[in-house]
């Protein structure tokens, strides 16, 4: 079980206030979804509508400076809208509402799609945002303090995480081996790093009515690494002819296709649960410690 404090609209409203935010409990929403934060929507006594972002850990805590940066780079820098942090303390970040609605939420534990997921402009509009954050300088980011891969680097992190995971997990015999001939394979790897979101999928995009990207949150994971990082998730949701088209529509903006792209990104969400694996060793969670053991060996 979870030992982490339970929140309450009167809570979340106190812990607001004590922020210098008046917000109205009674207007307060969750979004429990998030692995690292629970997210609180309310409107404030002025009417203006707020996002609250209360860490579940202390180790969360740490991390919000290195979030900041991100997000002080990207600003200005893309169409799409980043969060602009008001509040910002180890115990709660709070932004004003950015334009658009989530296209994925989960309710009950079960995923919940609010756009077509084939919708061409969906898709065009995600190959433009790609491009755009893959044209960030490297440079700029690493000077930043944002983590910054070499490729032989994107390729090392791997193989230390899943030596890490094998340590302390049983893996079964058909992961691993695939794991292991992936990361011996050398067309799968690309040759170059760029500056990456790290976790764009649709439940982090806010989309206006006609599934135009308007709004891009959670930057927790945002890092110099493998371009297909920012590819995977829509690989793993699409049909081959609307991740065709998003990857058209990044090249006509500018963007460079690594080889072998979408059998990357097939082989990135296969070793999701290595990533998996090392968070609940950070957290020391046993629910996810329970949760990284059956996707590493399925029962199945």
């Given at each position: ?50 996002v609250l972002r209360i860490p579940r850990r202390p180790d969360v805590s740490a991390k919000i400076a290195d ?234």
């Amino acid at each position: 079980m979870s030992d982490e404090p339970e929140f309450t609209a009167a809570s979340v409203a106190e812990l607001a206030q004590e922020h210098g935010l008046n917000i109205d409990s009674t207007s307060v929403t969750f979004n429990e979804a998030g692995l690292d934060y629970l997210v609180a929507f309310a409107v404030a006594r002025d009417n203006k509508h707020w996002v609250l972002r209360i860490p579940r850990r202390p180790d969360v805590s740490a991390k919000i400076a290195d979030e900041a940066k991100i997000l002080k780079l990207v600003k200005g820098k893309l169409s799409a809208a980043v969060p602009d942090w008001r509040i910002r303390s180890r115990s709660l970040i709070a932004y004003p509402a950015l334009p658009g609605e989530p296209g994925l939420t989960v309710e009950d534990g079960q995923p919940v799609w609010h756009f077509d997921r084939e919708s061409p402009t969906y898709c065009a509009s995600l190959g433009r945002l790609i491009a755009q954050l893959h044209r960030i300088d490297a440079e700029q980011a690493h000077s930043a303090g944002i983590p910054t891969l070499t490729p032989e680097e994107v390729r090392e992190e791997w193989r230390t995480n899943l030596a890490k995971v094998e340590a302390e997990f049983q893996i079964a015999d058909n992961l691993l081996e695939r794991w292991n001939a992936w990361l011996a394979e050398d067309s799968y790897w690309p040759d170059f790093t760029v500056f990456t979101h790290g976790e764009l999928y649709p439940a982090h995009l806010l989309l206006d009515e006609n599934a135009e990207i308007r709004s891009v949150l959670d930057w927790t994971t945002a890092k110099v690494a493998d371009p297909a990082l920012d590819f995977m998730f829509h690989h793993m949701v699409s049909t081959p002819e609307a991740f065709d088209l998003t990857v058209r529509s990044y090249l006509d903006d500018g963007g460079r296709v690594p080889p072998r792209l979408a059998d990357q990104c097939a082989e990135l969400m296969s070793a999701a649960p290595i990533n998996y694996g090392v968070y609940a060793m950070t957290t020391g969670n046993p629910d996810h410690q329970a949760a990284a053991a059956a996707q590493l060996n399925p029962a199945d």
